[in-house]
């Protein structure tokens, strides 16, 4: 039920802790001042990104990613990009509503730029919007949790330690909005025999560059972007390069690719690693293998997170979400920005942002507990009626799906072009995986874009 708003409660400033100033912790910082709150966003790193602030150095990292050894289960490295990582979206489509993603004189011009290229972009949005006042780096969250309250009101106690001086902090806030991310704890198969192989194993959030397997012969798990991405990096260092994928059912741009390489071979699912290096298909087939680099994709994990089992993350579903953002029986004072997959991030985060905004000053109301918690299981019927695995429960893949949020603060829909760019560009790369980014054929689509007033409307 939608209640009616009186004019004192639509200026409600609440003190709001935002976690992480990555893409969707920024958006969520601009958004909830621009409402009226006051807002303090905590970084572990020394700068603003997230995973996009380039962390070359993984030494200190485990191969894999097991965080289980570290205190609170963090890791120490946060972001998972490689040295090579170009977009795979063109940067047309990335910007939020009313920050395009323009092509700077000086800088990496393309359109499927590389990794630096957004960080900048994410610089130049906190500068023009004067964020970083707002932001303390190098701290890192080690505990969020309800503080007891005699009335009915939540708050929340954040305890947070400077990564230098190692000084701890303990706060009081109205509300907590979690950004933190989700492609930095690795998912990794479970593979008979894999603890006790005694070759080089690595997962992908480790990968930066493809010299030190010069020589080798790799095993790459998982045929996602990043899979086939450092796959064709290694081939032109390594010895060979097995990529072992769900299914030999490929596209037609995997397929060029393999053709042009003879060191560049496919396999199904692998069965067994064997203590004498041999890494055994489920086909039969084997190969004597130096490392396993393993591009099996990210969990979600909030270790910081006391939620008295209110929230829980079950084989990568968090929940329960009321689309995807608040905890029923904790919201509005608790919330998560950035949660899901397979959608044009940006601006659905800044939708996501301004929606949490205007609840917390009471300008938009949300369902009762029941009706959220009832809409929350209706989802996960049909999810599981569609036979969609639990652990891709926040893979979105649909425009309309989009659209039906923005309409939850009035939130512009995606235009026509940014979809259409969005599809072409996933359509070439089916196609043709090593040169799509370099050359393409939606000129009229680009043109279409930049007529828009998402591009003319700069100075307004």
Not at 173 to 201: C, E, N
Not at 262 to 273: C, D, G, M, T, V
Request: aromatic share 10%; net charge negative.
């Amino acid at each position: 039920m939608v209640s009616v708003t009186s004019e004192a409660s639509r200026s409600q400033s609440k003190k709001v802790c935002v976690i992480g100033a990555g893409p969707a912790g920024l958006v969520s910082a601009r958004e909830l001042r621009k409402e009226g709150h006051k807002v303090v966003v905590l970084e572990q790193n020394d700068d603003v990104g997230g995973q996009w602030l380039y962390q070359p150095n993984v030494e200190e990292e485990d191969p894999l990613g097991r965080s289980s050894g570290s205190v609170n289960g963090e890791l120490k490295v946060h972001s998972s990009i490689y040295s090579s990582l170009r977009l795979t979206s063109p940067r047309e489509i990335m910007g939020y509503s009313d920050f395009p993603f323009l092509a700077k004189k000086g800088r990496d011009m393309r359109r499927f730029p590389g990794h630096k290229e957004l960080w900048l972009y994410l610089k130049d949005f906190s500068e023009t919007f004067g964020l970083r006042e707002m932001i303390r780096f190098k701290v890192r969250v080690e505990f969020v949790g309800e503080k007891e309250e005699a009335d009915d009101v939540k708050k929340w106690i954040v305890r947070s330690r400077e990564k230098l001086s190692g000084k701890v902090m303990e706060e009081i806030f109205d509300a907590v909005v979690v950004a933190t991310g989700h492609y930095s704890h690795p998912r990794l198969p479970s593979i008979k025999g894999m603890d006790s192989w005694k070759r080089k194993q690595i997962h992908s959030h480790v990968y930066r560059v493809p010299d030190p397997f010069s020589n080798e012969v790799v095993v790459v798990v998982g045929n996602s972007m990043s899979g086939q991405d450092i796959s064709m990096e290694l081939v032109e260092v390594a010895k060979e390069v097995h990529l072992s994928a769900k299914t030999l059912d490929i596209s037609s741009g995997l397929s060029k690719v393999i053709s042009k390489h003879s060191n560049l071979l496919i396999h199904p699912q692998i069965e067994s690693l064997e203590d004498d290096g041999r890494v055994i298909f489920v086909d039969g087939s084997w190969v004597v293998a130096d490392t396993i680099l393993y591009c099996t994709g990210y969990s979600y994990k909030f270790p910081f997170l006391e939620s008295k089992g209110r929230i829980e993350v079950d084989d990568d579903r968090v929940g329960p979400l009321f689309e995807h953002t608040f905890p029923p029986c904790l919201s509005p004072s608790l919330s998560f920005v950035g949660i899901p997959r397979k959608l044009i991030g940006f601006p659905f985060f800044e939708a996501q942002a301004k929606w949490i905004a205007q609840v917390l000053s009471g300008k938009s109301s949300l369902p009762s507990p029941d009706q959220m918690l009832q809409s929350v299981a209706d989802f996960y019927r049909s999810r599981d009626l569609a036979g969609v695995p639990k652990h891709n429960t926040h893979d979105i893949a649909d425009f309309t799906y989009c659209d039906k949020y923005a309409d939850y603060v009035g939130f512009p829909h995606l235009e026509e072009w940014r979809k259409l760019l969005c599809l072409s560009a996933l359509n070439n790369s089916q196609e043709n995986l090593e040169t799509y980014r370099d050359s393409w054929d939606d000129h009229e689509l680009l043109q279409e874009a930049l007529q828009s007033s998402h591009f003319t409307n700069l100075n307004s």
